[in-house]
């Protein structure tokens, strides 16, 4: 007993500490990072998302692999390396790259968020704002990888996990949805970073939803951060 408190306390102090290195590492403002972007899609661009969102995975899935629930399941009774192979397979199942069996309550809540956004996009092209489909795919396509890094971190390694050790359901949802928030907080969107805090704040608790209710698939959740994503941005920069 004594040891699973163990290794649940280095679990999540070890996530935390990767958190909070992960947000540092986005101090820079959108308005600076993407007047740089070009609608011609960089490839060292894609390529250096792509390594960030395989960094992602890899740290986290170790640090699952050695102290997380069930940690040590797949190295049990194998050598080193095969242990290490099952393990990172393992890990991809336990993400959820998996078909999705989404639970009733599941398309009542796609339902709203989808009529949300119609709304808003719509509120966009009758004030004037001209919508390139073309550019909102490449601004998805672009954003991607470091939605999935992030869906891996916040839902997986931290409110999976919160709820496999049954924490308080209130508690499972709203900490790993502050943390998001803070973590989004340097956004400064509108010159109003409590906004983009608290917008994110609320994303996450979707985003939750999302991957709980499909039974632990990561795709609708990845999908609907990836096209949030796409839409903030394509609006700050009126592209």
Known sequence: MANKYKNEIVYFFLVTFFTVIYGAEGDIPLDEFYSKLKFVLPVDNLLRGLIFMFLVFIILSLIHMLYGYDSGENTKSHEFLSGIKDGFISELKRIGFTRFRPKPGWFIVVSIVSATMIYYIWSLLISGVKINIY????LFLFLSP???AE???FRYAIFKELMEYRVNLFLAYILPAVLFGFMHFYQNVNDSPEVSALVTFFSAL??????ESSEWSIYP????HSFHNAIIVFTLHKM
Not at 135 to 138: A, E, P, T
Not at 221 to 224: A, G, I, N, R, T
Request: proline fraction near 0%.
């Open 206 to 211: 979707i985003y939750q939803y999302l991957y």
């Open 135 to 138: 550019h909102l795919f490449i």
């Open 146 to 148: 470091g939605a999935l």
């Open 221 to 224: 959740s990845w999908f609907l």
């Open 151 to 153: 869906e891996v971190l």
